[in-house]
């Protein structure tokens, strides 16, 4: 089992819809997560981190449900440009004192938004 | 400094060759990672640094694999022998304060084995 899953897509969407995009991910020790934001050919970028008491940024909320190990991430009246890969991302801590571990990304959802 | 730096950009190589990669972080960053990625999946873990000491190596990261990062600055990843399956994006990055606020990554160096 994948320490972090998506569904890979592609969503495609009219402009002006909304969209949501789930993740699951297994460790649950695990104690940060993120969406990153990845376009075609080019290095992924933090979109938002993701709290628990869920957040928002704009058009973008994120949600996290510890209990269920999910992760959710809605964009509210899609734009051409939201058109990319959003990746999941969750650390994985290590053992020892004050070390945060890695990143583990999942696979990504591509989003294709049409005029 | 404008963010982390990768060179080559895009690298092609014979295979069974020896390539080696570059990756100047932000430089006030002490923690310093390198993943793979590869078409339709997300970034894959390889290995990670404490200012220079190795902290984890995935085992992803085969023998021919190997990185430093020797002075706590910037980083090289080096492929001996490299093998077509070896072609991926590989991706640097770095961060101030490790994983709990993610990091930024370089553009990438991508490496095509013919």
């Known amino acids: 089992r994948k320490e972090v899953e998506q569904d890979p897509g592609p969503f495609n969407v009219p402009e002006g819809a909304t969209v949501a995009f789930n993740c699951t991910y297994s460790?649950?020790?695990?104690?940060?997560f993120f969406w990153y934001r990845q376009d075609c050919r080019k290095e992924p970028k933090l979109l938002m981190s993701v709290y628990s008491s869920g957040n928002e940024d704009g058009r973008f909320t994120a949600q996290l449900n510890r209990a269920s190990q999910y992760i959710s991430l809605l964009i509210r009246d899609s734009k051409l440009s939201d058109s990319a890969t959003y990746l999941c991302?969750?650390?994985?801590?290590?053992?020892?004192?004050?070390?945060?571990?890695?990143?583990?990304f999942g696979q990504g959802t591509t989003l294709q938004v049409k005029p | 400094d404008t963010g982390v730096s990768q060179d080559p950009r895009h690298k092609i190589t014979k295979r069974g060759q020896n390539v080696t990669f570059r990756c100047d972080p932000i430089s006030e960053h002490n923690r310093l990672y390198w993943y793979r990625q590869t078409l339709g999946q997300g970034p894959e873990f390889l290995t990670y640094?404490?200012?220079?000491?190795?902290?984890?190596k995935s085992r992803l990261l085969s023998d021919r694999f190997s990185a430093e990062r020797p002075k706590g600055s910037f980083s090289t990843l080096e492929i001996q022998r490299t093998e077509q399956g070896d072609s991926a994006m590989y991706l640097c990055a770095s961060s101030d304060t490790g994983a709990n606020y993610g990091y930024t990554f370089g553009s990438g160096t991508r490496l095509t084995v013919v």
């Open positions: 460790n649950s020790a695990s104690q940060s």
């Open positions: 640094f404490q200012n220079e000491a190795q902290l984890e």
């Open positions: 991302v969750v650390n994985t801590p290590a053992r020892g004192s004050g070390n945060t571990g890695k990143l583990i």
